[in-house]
């Protein structure tokens, strides 16, 4: 029976339901694996901060890119002038080698293009066109030519050359060939990628990257002929990540570049100029990158994350003495208006929050320390960029105050954050977690009369009832630190945490490449915090990517190295140990580990021909390891999903867990910031504590959201209970309870794999009450699920998905049964056997049989389901 709400009783089918078309990726024309590593790393991303600088040929002045503009200054003093201020977002200037003209990177329209400015005149003319992404251009010593990056061929990085005449680019050649490795590579593609170039001293060659002959990571140093067809010769190698970007001393003798060798950080290292020995210039755990050698040989310009956000400095190249170059004074080319936004609660108290600002053209504005954050994709329909955001970690008010073009508004009281914005049209977007109501407000800054204005965020509805426990938010997969170009650390990353509404944050300490950022943090387990404030626990994420990653949460006292199994080429080429392994050492230190990241597809194991199946994750639940697994994350929801679902009807008992893979230190985060796919966990006592929470998490007491709060009862039991009865149940009474910051189109009550009930939802679709009943014929599970069709914003998903861990039915003393699905996971690790079988690195013969063996004794439990 209906109370509050419409419920439809449908048919007991499967629905599969449409991803939208609307919303796509970030540049994606770039046909290249895993886009999250070189967008952030390689390609430029706004910061509020310089992100890559250039000189002037007398050496007295930089050019350099910032908050998304070119700007130009003199290294004695703290006056910079804006010197771009287009459509796009400009980035890598160089400096012709003539003074007169900077080459640079613009994105607008989808595209990375090429541009030219004349500085005396002002003017900018696009150099290429056709909607590639072109960056790192670099002129020739005799300022004729210019050397780029470019994807126009087969959409990956290759390297051309073409010559600059009449403000256009002419006889546009490609210097590097296309290759295609038969080397196992996994993060990168099988196509051999070049990048980084830089002439000569005296024009004939060009050194660039490349990962020629390599499997893990971006390549090496190469030099070659400036002609198309000519041999390149490789005369340095080590991993550095995409951000080597390599220059030569104005001599020709040495090379300076970045690169994290035997250590965590990237920092400055100098070598000769036809390779050798290498050795730091400077020393830090900080990352130092985009370095470029002033024409007079005096200094070394670099961007440095030393302080978090990136800062532009310079180092004596005799001395090794080091200043910053700061812009307190700056001289924009149109009238801007400062605005300070404070954010409060129903109550009136200050409040941390996310806030996204754009002005008339669509671009973003942040303030001048703020470090921004991007979307990794959107609807071209709705904006012109992906969406950007900061958040007000001091809170702030909304004040206007009109300075005129070329003078630098007032700045903003004390514990205010101010955000210099064009004059005129300017949207603002607030919004803190799922459980308050999202500000937006579009006005014209020159007929705003108010000169201080407090943003209130409501509460959403009546979420938070007084009741004896509680709903408690957390990411069950953060990590801080994974080479972006941000530096992060505790406090940091409880304040975005805190920005985003949530209570808990497990930061999993792992890999990149040959480093781990944040191994400082080993063994801390509970970081220390005052009362009140978010916990932080420093866990693991088991990156062996044959087997499938795996999160280790609440670990007691350190985590499991190297981290991995299954690299090739390397000490960790064996694929022993396997997961099922790393969950006993895990669980031996008293650690919950669950799969993170499932299935962007639900694996097909009939498929014809074969498809390469190797995650253990059905083997990991037949043997009784999996503790729960990331339903909503950085994958797809419902492939993901789908196979929780076939798990469940075989009478494995499963939680749904969240977590966003956020990368807290990147300009572009891989899935969005902290927060953004979460989990909420039933606490039955406060004030909270970790091991309660972790304890709700396995028992399953959660429900797993990236938007919609949603609970659910059924039977007067709650997610994680089991109901018992003698016999079938013709209807058992349950609740359905919604509330959404965006509109939901879909909320279902599904048992057993299949629809069960429909509640109707109308108006806003974000906030409903229903009860009703359902039949329980046999022994299952039920779960209540809210979605979207779309992508609906501030979501940064391309949908809107929430589940709950399931409620379990047992009727008549049976356990579930589906021999369908028990045939299709038996046939799963047959592929995995068959597979492994054939993996040739091992360290042992007796390692192989090993792990096969165990992947036998999972394969004889689903036979036996059947």
């Known amino acids: 029976m209906l109370k509050r709400g419409l419920l439809l009783v449908a048919a007991l089918v499967a629905v599969v339901l449409p991803v939208s078309a609307q919303r796509k990726p970030v540049l994606p024309q770039i046909d290249l694996p895993h886009p999250y590593y070189f967008r952030e790393m390689y390609l430029p991303q706004l910061t509020s901060g310089p992100s890559s600088v250039a000189w002037s040929p007398d050496s007295t002045e930089v050019a350099y890119s910032m908050a998304g503009s070119l700007w ?71 300022g004729k030519r210019i050397a780029f990056v470019s994807t126009s061929y087969n ?31 996994y993060y990168y593609s099988p196509f051999d990628t070049e990048i980084s170039p830089v002439w000569t001293r005296d024009g004939r060659e060009i050194l660039f990257v490349s990962n020629r002959g390599h499997i893990h990571g971006s390549g090496g140093f190469w030099r070659m002929q400036a002609e198309p067809g000519a041999e390149a010769m490789e005369i340095h190698y080590e991993e550095t990540n995409w951000k080597a970007r390599p220059d030569f001393s104005p001599d020709g003798s040495r090379i300076v570049y970045s690169s994290y060798l035997g250590r965590q950080w990237h920092q400055l290292w100098l ?30 310009a670099y961007i440095s994350n030393a302080h978090g956000n990136t800062q532009l400095w310079l180092q004596n190249a005799v001395t090794g003495g080091e200043r910053s170059v700061t812009a307190d004074e700056r001289r924009h080319l149109h009238p801007h208006t400062l605005i300070n936004i404070t954010v409060v609660d129903e109550n009136g108290r200050e409040i941390l929050s996310r806030i996204s600002v754009m002005d008339a053209a669509g671009k973003f504005c942040a303030p001048r320390e703020a470090l921004i954050y991007a979307d990794d994709g959107f609807d071209r329909t709705e904006r012109r960029f992906e969406a950007h955001y900061f958040y007000s970690l001091e809170g702030n008010r909304l004040r206007f105050d009109a300075g005129e073009a070329g003078k630098a508004p007032r700045f903003a009281p004390p514990h205010a954050t101010g955000v210099e914005v064009p004059e005129g049209v300017v949207t603002v977007d607030i919004m803190r ?48 630190n994974y080479g972006g170009a941000y530096l992060n650390d505790t406090d940091g990353l409880r304040a975005l945490a805190a920005s985003e509404g949530l209570d808990i944050v497990n930061n999993l ?107 253990e994750l059905p083997a990991d639940v037949a043997l009784g390891k999996l503790d729960y697994m990331e339903i909503v994350g950085f994958s797809d929801h419902r492939s993901t999903a789908a196979v929780w679902y076939r798990l469940l009807n075989l009478g494995f008992r499963l939680p749904a867990g969240a977590g966003t893979d956020a990368t807290t230190n990147y300009a572009a985060p891989i899935r969005g910031q902290v927060g953004m796919d979460r989990v909420y966990a039933w606490v039955p006592e406060w004030p909270l504590k970790i091991e309660l929470w972790f304890d709700a998490l396995k028992k399953g007491r959660t429900f797993a959201t990236n938007g919609p709060l949603i609970e659910f009862t059924l039977g007067g039991q709650r ?47 974000d906030s409903t009450d229903a009860a009703g009943t359902l039949p329980l014929e046999k022994s299952g599970w039920c779960v209540l699920r809210a979605s979207s069709d779309t992508a609906e914003y501030p979501v940064l998903d391309n949908y809107v998905y929430a589940t709950t861990s399931p409620i379990y039915v047992t009727i008549g003393g049976k356990t579930p049964r589906s021999p369908a699905d028990a045939k299709y996971f038996a046939a799963w690790i047959d592929r995995t056997i068959d597979v492994t079988s054939r993996y040739p690195d091992w360290n042992s013969p007796a390692e192989k049989d090993y792990v096969l063996k165990r992947l036998a004794e999972a394969k004889s439990i689903y036979e036996k389901l059947q």
């Open 271 to 300: 070598m000769p100029a036809n390779g050798g020995d290498a050795f730091p210039v400077s020393y830090g755990d900080w990352d130092d990158t985009n370095v470029r050698w002033s024409p007079d040989g005096r200094w070394i």
């Open 433 to 480: 977690g799922f459980d308050h109501r999202v500000f937006h407000r579009t006005f014209d800054t020159r007929e705003e009369k108010s000169g201080n204005l407090a943003v209130k965020l409501d509460p959403l509805g009546d979420w938070h009832t007084p009741t004896a426990g509680k709903w408690v938010g957390g990411d069950l997969h953060v990590h801080m």
């Open 155 to 185: 959409k990956r990085f290759h390297i051309f050359r073409a010559d600059v005449g009449r403000g256009k680019l002419e006889n546009v050649v490609r210097l590097t060939g296309e290759t295609k490795s038969e080397l196992p590579r």
């Open 719 to 765: 997610a994680g209970d089991e109901l018992k009865f003698d016999d079938a149940q013709a209807a058992v009474a349950f609740t359905a309870r919604l509330r959404s910051i965006v509109p939901v189109d879909h909320f279902e009550v599904v048992c057993n794999g299949r629809i069960a009930a429909t509640v109707k939802l109308s108006g806003a679709r």
């Open 509 to 615: 300490i792992v890999n990149k490449e040959q480093r781990i950022p944040d191994i400082k943090y080993n063994g801390h387990g509970l970081d220390p915090r005052p009362d009140d404030e978010v916990l932080v626990y420093h866990g693991q994420e088991f990156h062996t990517s044959y087997w499938g990653h795996r999160g280790v949460l609440g670990i007691k006292d350190h985590i499991l190295l190297p981290g991995y199994a299954g690299y090739p080429n390397t000490a960790a080429a064996s694929l022993y140990p396997m997961n099922a392994d790393v969950y006993d050492m895990a669980h031996a230190q008293g650690a919950l580990v669950g799969a993170v990241h499932p299935f962007d597809a639900e694996p097909n194991p009939f498929a014809s021909p074969p498809e390469k199946v190797t995650d």
């Open 72 to 142: 130009r200054q003199k290294i004695d003093s703290q006056q910079a002038q804006q010197i771009t201020d287009g459509a796009g977002y400009d980035y890598q200037p160089d400096w012709s080698p003539d003074g007169k003209s900077v080459v640079y990177v613009s994105y607008q329209r989808d595209a990375m293009e090429l541009w030219l400015l004349d500085l005396a005149s002002g003017k900018t003319q696009q150099l290429t066109s056709g909607g590639a992404v072109n960056v790192e251009p670099r002129w020739s010593p005799d």
